[in-house]
């Protein structure tokens, strides 16, 4: 995986949860910091919280990440296009929080368009709805006439929420659902949610990309911080977007 001698992927044991130092990761790919491990909330809680996550597919082992740059938001310096804006406060869709957390986990895995396969492997879904289960895992939907048309799902610990993939089915659903995301949880004191790997969608709706330390020192710092509701409310507040 890398012509660098110097670099070695470390193989992890399943009965003892622990990640090499994020430094050994690989430059190429970008990010390969480990391999084997298991899928359990030990496991997951304990690589997020270091700003370790799973990405394989069904015919490989499990793999860990931790890329450079890091793809992030801020949400107290995020803003959103007046014409996003202008879609939300229309109402046309209606958002909640962890009403079909499955589905749309099923969602973000469906194919799509140029991609063959998915990441969300069964055993990362039923690692996630356990996740779910446990309180660290949350879903945001977005509904038009009732109809599940997009939305989002991550992991939040202390004041990070951990964004691991959206979908849409209907025209600005996942922005609104992301847009939704950010305004809540910066309501709630968040100040980062990681996006792991920057696409132009991702950057459209304000992400930045960061050096890794950089994203560590302040991930150290926010995953201590108290976190937010242990129950989410089940929609996000009326007045987020009352200001710009």
């Not at 359990?40 to 015919?59: H, M, N, V």
């Not at 659903?173 to 969608?201: E, M, T, Y």
């Amino acid at each position: 995986m890398t012509d660098n001698a110097n670099e070695i992927l470390s193989l992890l044991d399943p009965d003892q949860v622990g990640f090499p130092d994020t430094s050994a990761a690989l430059q190429d790919p970008n990010g390969l910091l480990a391999v084997g491990g298991d899928l359990t909330p030990e496991w997951l809680l304990a690589a997020y919280r270091r700003g370790i996550f799973p990405w394989f597919s069904d015919d490989q082992p499990i793999l860990w990440w931790s890329p450079s740059p890091r793809c992030i938001v801020r949400p107290e310096s995020t803003t959103f296009s007046r014409s996003l804006r202008k879609v939300i406060r229309r109402g046309r869709f209606q958002v909640t929080f962890d009403r079909a957390f499955a589905r749309v986990m099923d969602g973000c895995a469906a194919p799509r368009a140029q991609e063959s396969g998915t990441w969300i492997t069964a055993d990362m879904r039923e690692a996630y709805l356990e996740m779910h289960r446990l309180g660290h895992a949350h879903s945001v939907e977005t509904w038009l006439d009732g109809v599940l048309v997009g939305g989002l799902y991550g992991l939040a610990i202390g004041r990070v929420f951990f964004g691991e993939s959206m979908f849409h089915q209907a025209t600005d659903a996942s922005k609104v659902a992301f847009a939704h995301l950010v305004r809540q949880l910066d309501c709630w004191g968040c100040r980062l949610i990681d996006c792991q790997v920057a696409n132009p969608h991702l950057q459209s709706l304000g992400a930045i990309e960061v050096p890794r330390a950089d994203f560590e020192s302040l991930l150290t710092r926010e995953v201590a911080s108290a976190g937010f509701p242990a129950v989410w409310p089940p929609a996000p507040a009326s007045n987020l977007f009352d200001r710009p």
